[in-house]
């Protein structure tokens, strides 16, 4: 990281917000003046995002000029991997640009999983993400050494869904871990989602990869849960998911007709946790 610090030591300190997304928490960063240099920006958002040493974060997310859209972002995970897409990350981003003035309250932004139109309404935000691909129903995996019923399906990033009984008792860490490595998902893998059926709509655990880890919430992967479990007759839209954090998301659809799968809304709060200031030694 010499490079990234000799780039950005006229930039000391440097701002940052915190923000979290139904327990996914993010730093964000206004990059529309570029001095993070491209070939530096995963390893500067691993160490920023890095528990006790950084800020500590699910992801890092640099908001940047674009003449398509009102902005464009590049998100990367706590690892420093690069990710096509993440809906609550997107809901952030949103507020984040609506409270700098980068953005009217009705926006369009671009990610590597395509265009993203976006609404917010004082801490709520609603993001429409790109259209589904991939849906594979009832596919019998042997993870463990068991046998388990996967579903799958790309809501601009790949996920998994299994729906369990008993939500509190699953080892999300080791079955998540064992299904985002599965040959059936390689060579990138996939997040894995873990959902019970309730009076009140969906719960969901998931794991994510590039976190390597359960957290709070996945925006993408809720959405996914809402879709299969409308696709499966589990549940009728608009579906409602209570996340591990405890914060609910609303998946709204937009019915296609024949075979095409349904547009998908993503709805929830966004926070400002706090603002700051990076120092040089955040990245030692």
């Known amino acids: 990281m010499a490079h990234a610090k000799e780039c950005l030591s006229a930039r000391w300190p440097l701002p940052f917000w915190k923000m979290s997304g139904a327990g996914n928490d993010f730093v964000l960063i206004d990059h529309r003046g570029a001095f993070v240099a491209a070939r530096d920006m995963a390893e500067f958002a691993r160490l920023v995002c890095r528990p006790k040493f950084?800020?500590?974060?699910?992801?890092?997310?640099?908001?940047?000029?674009?003449?398509?859209?009102?902005?464009?972002?590049?998100?990367?995970?706590?690892?420093?991997?690069?990710?096509?897409?993440?809906?609550?990350?997107?809901?952030?981003?949103?507020?984040?640009?609506?409270?700098?003035?980068?953005?009217?309250?009705?926006m369009r932004f671009l990610t590597r999983a395509g265009l993203i139109e976006a609404s917010v309404d004082e801490t709520l935000v609603t993001v429409s993400l790109t259209p589904?691909?991939?849906?594979?129903?009832?596919?019998?995996?042997?993870?463990?050494?068991?046998?388990?019923?996967?579903?799958?399906?790309?809501?601009?990033?790949?996920?998994?869904?299994?729906?369990?009984?008993?939500?509190?008792?699953?080892?999300?860490?080791?079955?998540?871990?064992?299904?985002?490595?599965?040959?059936?998902?390689?060579?990138?893998?996939?997040?894995?989602?873990?959902?019970?059926l309730a009076d009140d709509g969906l719960h969901i655990r998931s794991y994510e990869r590039g976190v390597e880890d359960e957290t709070f919430a996945c925006g993408t992967g809720a959405v996914a849960a809402a879709l299969i479990a409308v696709q499966l007759g589990l549940s009728s839209p608009p579906v409602r998911i209570s996340t591990t954090g405890g914060a609910q998301l609303d998946i709204l659809f937009t019915e296609k007709g024949g075979e095409r799968l349904p547009a998908l809304r993503l709805r929830g709060s966004a926070h400002v946790i706090y603002r700051g200031e990076l120092t040089p030694e955040a990245l030692a």
């Open 54 to 106: 950084g800020v500590g974060a699910d992801g890092l997310i640099f908001i940047e000029r674009s003449e398509e859209a009102d902005f464009q972002w590049r998100f990367f995970n706590a690892d420093g991997s690069e990710a096509e897409m993440c809906g609550n990350g997107a809901r952030c981003a949103a507020r984040f640009a609506f409270m700098q003035g980068i953005a009217a309250a009705h």
């Open 132 to 196: 589904a691909t991939d849906l594979v129903l009832n596919r019998r995996l042997q993870v463990t050494d068991r046998p388990h019923v996967v579903h799958s399906v790309n809501t601009g990033v790949p996920h998994a869904v299994l729906f369990v009984e008993d939500l509190a008792g699953t080892d999300v860490c080791s079955l998540g871990r064992a299904l985002r490595f599965h040959e059936a998902f390689g060579p990138k893998g996939t997040n894995v989602n873990f959902v019970a």
